[in-house]
Every structure is written in structure tokens, then in C-alpha cells.
């Protein structure tokens, strides 16, 4: 038996086979870095008003794949072309027209029907499409990322499709997301399809996109939560009180983690609003915020794997969002973001201290999770030098001074939603529920604010 030939890419006839050129390719992939771009933009703008859990999560995922995707693409092109095409302006009106038709979504049910029951599957079909066209030994860089990519974007529509399942539970939703999925289509028709190259005859339906759309980074829980409202969260004093058994303090963290929803939802704003950045920022950022989705689902496992009903028992509220997001600029909600991932880094009172209290404790998957959590908090604040910095053009004492003054000054801005509900001290109780004794700290007063950044 001989020894394959051409790495084991191919066969000859395989790559004797004529594939796309260099041309078509080029075309080809400034589109798809395009799509994915405002696919990204897409799950940044509906990640606050979407009150479903699970959708912020798989936005938040979703969100900073895109931004990898399309940097692939880009780096590609510019290994193809030089200098290669400006790809931050739209390669294609009409696909614009399409995706800002998808943007018109409202609904929980619209947004999985325009991003996963139409454009995410139509991608996933263009580059497979893609894959097999392409020479498999010339263009081995490009079939490379598309490999990564199938998978990547297959994983995705089949969660798509599943969570599009469980919210189109009637006649009446299963209707209405037909009724948006055929509009859809008719619009990605007529933009010649993710690749611009099929043909379209016919008329548009009446277009549901304003003119100028206006994203909404309000947060937002669905009924589930029902202490969304009372902002009064003692884990961020209890995880660092002296005197605290560590399994108290265990308990308090993993609280901590599952709140951390509210910082993707902060996060979104700040992407988002960030124009004209090097595509790199976009990577970075995203990759943040998807780490800090990631630490919220940490928490909401360690609860489920002990049988707590996490979304009823903790007041999983979104007031670090709504500060950031409602009450500050962009560049000021950054600062704090900065500030608050700079103050988690001292042994005695960061990411240290946290893992060695779920090792104190004796709590295996507590000590993961810290673990992981230490980990990418110290990436964070890598992200937060190189880009937190260059965005708001300060040294890093100007920025992270501005960051604690806004962080400490926004806590009041919380006072105007307390009258939604009762703003109590829910932690002996639950301390009681969990722990089967009194908590150690029952009878003292806390607030809204966490301590951290304040030492």
C-alpha cells in the first residue's frame, strides 16, 4: 500500500478538480465577513430586551463567534488580495436591506425566526456549498476555516431550532413564525442569496423596518425571575466577611456568578456602540463577553446540580446593567467595567481569595468553577489595558479612577426602580433553605453596591 500522497488533503484527481478562483472567493468571503459582522451587531443589539435566559446565552455565544468568524474572513482576504477590499463598508445594499429586515424582529419568537429559522441557516448551506466547491489542495486555508465554521454554525441552528420549537408552541406562534420566515426569505431572496449570485424576479413585501433603527439596551427577565426587581444582594458583602463559614461564602459566590448575566448585558452597549474600532477590539470584547455569560451559567449549574431553583430562590436583578447602560456613556461604562476587573486582582480580596474559599470549603465543583473564573478574569483584564485605554485615549490611572467615581456614583441611579418591588434581605432565608442552619451574618443590614471595587 502506498504512502498517501499530498498530505493526505486529497487525492490527485481531487485536486486536478477545477474549483472557485481566487475572485469568486474574495467576493465570497467579504460577504460572509459582512453577514457575520451584523450577525454579531444583531445579538449585541437583542441581548438586553430579549427576557428569555437561555437566549441571552446563546447570544452572547453567538455574538462573539460571529466576531471570530468574520475576522477569519478578513484575515483570509488580505492573505488573497493586497491591499484587499475595505471591508468595513457593505459589500451589497440589498443585503443590508435583508438584515435590517431581520433587525425588525420584535418578539422572542420573530428574532429565533429571522436569526435561526432563515439567515443562520442559509449561511450554514452557503458554506458548505463553499466547502465542496473550493480546491481542496489551492484553497486549503479557506476549506480550513469553513471545517471550523460548519461546525460552529451547525451547533448553532440546531439550538436555533430547537429553542424556536419550544417558544412556537401554538397554532397561533407557529403561524406567525411561518408568516416571518416566508417575509424573510423573500428579502435574502432578493439580495441574490448569502452569496449575491442567485437570481430574484418578483416584488418585495412591504418592508417592517423604520428608517432608522434604534436599539433598546434596557435589560430585561422574563416572569421566571421573580426578585428581579429587589436590588438588595448580600453575597457581595457575605463572600468577603470575615467570620463567614467558606461554605456561606461558597454559597455567596455562586450567587455572585449567576448574577453576572448583567455584565454581557452592559458589555453589549459598550461593542455595539464602539464604531470604527480595528476588528480585533470586536474579537476581544466579544470574547469577554461571552466569558462573563459563561460565568453566569457556572452559577446557575452549581444551583441546578443541587437542586435549588436558582431563577425563584436569588434576585437575579439587572442593576449593574441598567447603571451602565441607562445612566452613563459608553466610555464611562467602560471605565467601570476596567476599574471593577483591575480590583479583582489583589490575592486578599480577588480571584485568589475566591478559589482559595471553595478549596477551604472543600467544594470540588465550586473550586472548578473559581478556577475557570480566575482564569479568564485575568485575561479580562488584559482585554480591558489594550483596549479599555485605547478607546477612551486616557493613561491607565485617569481611566480606572474614572471607572471607580462613575461605579460608586451610579449606585444611586438604582433608587428610581426600587419602587417595583420590595427591596429585602433575602439572604438568612435562603441560607436556612440551603445550608440547613442560621447564616452567619442574620441580622445585619446590607444594600445594593459590592464592595470590591470600593477597597
Partial sequence: MPIPPLAGVCTYPDAARLGLGIDETVTRLVRYAWIEKRMMETALYWLNPTPEWEVKEALSLHAYLAADHARQFRERVSEMRNPPPNMNVSPDDRLDRFIDEVLASTSTLDKLTALYGVLKPALLAAYREHYEAANPLVDYPTRRILRMLLIEEEEAVVWGQQALAAVADSPEAQAQAAAWRAHLAVY?????????????????????????????????????????????????????????????????????RTLEMDVPEAMARMIAEAKGQPWNFYVDMCRQLWDEARHAMMGSVYFEAHGIDWKREIPLHPGFAIRLN??????????????????????????????????????????????????????????????????????????????????????????????????????????????????????????????????
Fill in 188 to 256: 435574502l431572496a432578493a439580495a441574490g442569496g448569502v452569496t449575491g449570485e442567485a437570481e430574484f424576479s418578483g416584488d418585495l413585501p412591504a418592508s417592517r423596518a423604520s428608517e432608522s433603527f434604534t436599539p433598546d439596551y434596557f435589560p430585561r427577565r422574563d416572569g421566571r425571575f421573580v426578585g428581579q426587581w429587589n436590588f438588595v444582594f448580600p453575597p457581595h458583602e457575605v463572600a468577603r466577611t470575615d467570620g463567614v463559614p467558606a461554605d456561606e461564602k461558597v454559597l455567596a459566590l455562586m450567587c455572585k
Fill in 326 to 455: 441607562q445612566h452613563l456613556s459608553p466610555i464611562e461604562a467602560h471605565a467601570v467595567l476596567y476599574a471593577i476587573e483591575q480590583s479583582l486582582m489583589p490575592a486578599t480580596t480577588g480571584k485568589k481569595y475566591e478559589w482559595v474559599t471553595a478549596d477551604e470549603a472543600g467544594d470540588p465543583l465550586a473550586k472548578l468553577f473559581q478556577d475557570f473564573d480566575w482564569a479568564d478574569e485575568v485575561l479580562h483584564v488584559n482585554i480591558g489595558r489594550e483596549w479599555g485605554l485605547a478607546t477612551a485615549g486616557m493613561n491607565r490611572e485617569t481611566f480606572q479612577a474614572l471607572g471607580h467615581q462613575k461605579a460608586v456614583e451610579s449606585e444611586a441611579a438604582l433608587a428610581r426602580y426600587t419602587d417595583r418591588a420590595p427591596q429585602v434581605n433575602w439572604w438568612p432565608d435562603f441560607v436556612q433553605r440551603v445550608l440547613g442552619r442560621p447564616s452567619a451574618v442574620a441580622g445585619e443590614t446590607f444594600g445594593t453596591s459590592d464592595p470590591v471595587y470600593k477597597r
